[in-house]
């Protein structure tokens, strides 16, 4: 295995990873080190990779298999490959992942996470910040946690959905095509509040504003202060890492541990990343036993 560095970049939440060479194929000695780094701090950065689509496929699938989103049109000749692109000349418009969520936890089984490559990015601002959801819930009040206990998060694809839309002008806009209006993604998903990270086996929060509507056995309105004292603990400065992005640096974080937000304050400028999404590669358990 080539040399490998690890820098971790906050206490729980983020490490940095220097040496490896993931261009050509990937070793299953490298493949379980990388895996590894995931599993102890939830995202990893690969700076300087430079990865062209295949190595960017071949990288993905050391954590899981290849697995296509619902929703997100692809790119025309790579079925695996979300474009997530912003051109200069779209201003104020939402982007791709401009909110706080872990991604379509309204799914079935959601998948277990993403790798994003960063292709061009602006001079300033497309950071992308992501927070662990494991701490969150360590650190949770006892008040809260008895208020969560053995319920389930329902949760909706509402930006895809007809019921609970955006509003036109705070839908992520422009170069990024999205399935809307679908009556489908209005269909209710309860996912334990606390799930299983089939990685670890660690329990963490399964909440997220983007998707999470309500807790089971309570109406909306009833839910809805507690969402929002959950949702305002989830994301606290000290569960978060915020990552500055260079073109060629790759990051893979795990969809069961955290949830991440992509920063829009870069109008004017154009900002293109690649992103392939894994599923879990067994039948590891999500739900506590
Ligand atoms: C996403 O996958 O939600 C987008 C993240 C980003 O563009 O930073």
């Known amino acids: 295995m080539s040399a490998f560095d690890i820098r971790p970049l906050t206490r729980w939440t983020g490490a940095e990873i ?20 995931l599993a102890s701090w939830q995202v990893i950065f690969l700076p300087d990779q430079h990865l062209d689509i295949p190595a960017q496929k071949r990288l993905t699938q050391v954590f899981g298999p290849l697995e296509r989103c619902p929703y997100v049109v692809p790119m025309d000749d790579e079925p695996d490959v979300i474009a997530v692109l912003k051109e200069a000349g779209e201003v104020n418009v939402g982007v791709f992942g401009g909110d706080w969520h872990s991604d379509f936890s309204f799914l079935p089984v959601p998948p277990l996470g993403s790798v994003l490559n960063a ?15 494991v701490a969150a819930l360590d650190a949770l009040s006892a008040d809260l946690r008895a208020e969560i206990d053995g319920r389930d998060a329902i949760h909706i694809g509402k930006p ?3 019921s609970h839309a955006p509003k036109e002008e705070e ?7 999205m399935v809307r209006d679908d009556p ?26 983007t998707y999470a509507l309500r807790l089971s056995g ?3 309105a009833e839910s ?4 929002d004292a959950i949702q305002r603990h989830t994301t606290r400065p000290e569960f978060c890492v915020r990552h500055r992005w260079r073109a060629g640096t790759v990051a893979v974080w795990n969809n069961y541990t955290t949830m991440h937000y992509a920063v829009n304050d870069y109008d004017g ?10 599923g879990i590669a067994d039948d590891r358990q999500t739900s506590p036993s």
Not at 119 to 131: C, R, S
Not at 171 to 177: D, H, L, N
Not at 185 to 209: Q, T, W, Y
């Open 18 to 37: 220097f040496g490896p060479d993931l261009t050509g194929p990937i070793g299953e000695e490298l493949a379980a080190a990388l895996r590894d780094a």
């Open 160 to 162: 895809y959905g007809v």
């Open 171 to 177: 839908r992520s806009g422009g170069s990024i095509r």
């Open 184 to 209: 489908q993604a209005d269909r209710e998903m309860p996912h334990p509040a606390i799930r299983i990270d089939p990685v670890s086996g660690k329990p963490a929060l399964n909440f997220n504003p």
């Open 218 to 220: 309570r109406t909306e």
């Open 224 to 227: 809805a202060p507690i969402l």
């Open 119 to 133: 292709v061009e990015v602006p001079p300033f601002g497309g950071d992308t910040l992501w927070a662990n959801q």
């Open 269 to 278: 400028h154009r900002r293109l990343m690649y992103r392939t999404t894994f």
